[in-house]
């Protein structure tokens, strides 16, 4: 039997023009930020944006965005609190508080559950930031929303890029389209990952070279906005 | 009813001396370097070491070591290859050629099943490269293997702490022991995570500058054991 759930989620979803997926093969690569910090370019700019953070496993964005005391409002559904602009929501609003975490299936479920309740309302994008590698999230999000795109994150390491390697190939298997590749954290001029992405028909959308005024921005949008990497991530934005 | 695996379990590891889990609230900061180096310099010391690369979203412990073409021996259960002078396990061998992932259900029966299949014999040290985060391999590890100790590894970046403190917090209520934590990727003298750790009762073991040579070793495990990195692991395997 079909979960009922599904075709809500599609209507939830309508009103939607563009949805955006932030993956990465591994963890700690930078996709909360990069994610984070289109969300508040394309916002920046003019646009509807929401944000949603469905890394079930280690939710970032609220940190990175400095996020506290905000909460959903609950009524027909959940309407995501407006934060810097845009719209966002977190698995964190759910799972804080809780002494035991998510199991596999209630991650699936909360997934679904999480997707069905969400009144967007209408958005040009919505950015997700996904749980790095392949997991439950990745397969439900692709069964569930037929269109969404992927941007894919990757730092210069080896290590980094055999994990993408994997990702791309099962994203290829299920049909989804891929935007590119964003290399974050280069630390010279080497054009290995732009060759290696090229080799996957990955279309190479930038470098992003390590900014440690990252790491003073945590917690603060404006300042993030401000930083030589976020300038990087302005230009991607310029490419949805 | 009780999963007659979990006895089975119980028996495959009475003959391990010491359990090291090796885990992270986020992923990419050096917990697959560390639990990968870390069993290469016990190993180096004399120990018998096992390592077991459980992170089902992003193994990558057989990058770091330039594993290829060795196969564990199936008979009555599994016999890890012996790879560097240890006994080498990874869900790699069992998730490699699938096109499709293991899904939540599946990731805790895959565990079970591995746990319960996988003869070690007789070891000093198993050491367990855990997924990042909470999720379904912690929890279930935490059930069916009581003894096992935790080493927590974050960076200084103040991202990866916070979700060290949730980690810490789970690991705490469900009565675990914890060796300490590792500050990797070291980029300056401040001695904020140390600090940071003492408010939370957790050792601090040892930080780790960050160490351009390690790129280079990827693949090549005796190239890495010549590392700054490498030595500054090898103090904290003394502490274990």
Do not use: C
């Not at 995501?80 to 479920?109: C, K, Q, T, W």
């Not at 989804?176 to 590749?181: A, D, K, S």
Request: net charge positive; no cysteine.
């Amino acid at each position: 039997m079909t979960d009922p759930r599904t075709s809500i989620i599609e209507e939830r979803m309508k009103n939607i023009n563009k949805i955006i997926a932030v993956s990465s093969g591994k963890g700690g690569v930078g996709k909360s930020l990069i994610s984070s910090t289109l969300a508040l370019t394309l916002s920046k700019k003019g646009f509807k944006v929401g944000l949603f953070d469905l890394d079930f496993a280690s939710p970032s964005t609220h940190i990175i965005l400095g996020i506290e005391d905000v909460r959903p409002k609950e009524g027909k559904g959940i309407i995501p609190p407006e934060v810097h602009g845009m719209r966002y929501m977190s698995i964190v609003y759910y799972s804080r508080d809780l002494a035991v975490p998510f199991r596999g299936f209630d991650v699936s479920n909360a997934l679904i559950e999480l997707l069905s309740i969400t009144r967007w309302g209408k958005l040009d994008y919505l950015i997700l930031d996904m749980p790095p590698g392949i997991g439950d999230v990745t397969l439900d999000l692709i069964r569930l929303i037929k269109n969404t795109q992927f941007l894919i994150v990757t730092t210069p390491s080896k290590l980094a890029f055999e994990t993408v390697k994997k990702l791309v190939s099962l994203l290829e298997n299920m049909k989804t389209r891929l935007i590119g590749i964003v290399e974050n954290m280069k630390m010279d001029s080497s054009n290995e990952i732009r060759r290696e992405a090229e080799k996957l028909n990955l279309k190479f959308l930038t470098g992003i070279p390590y900014d440690s005024q990252v790491e003073h921005a945590m917690g603060d949008a404006q300042k993030l906005l401000k930083t030589t990497f976020a300038r990087k991530v302005k230009q991607i934005a310029s490419e949805m």
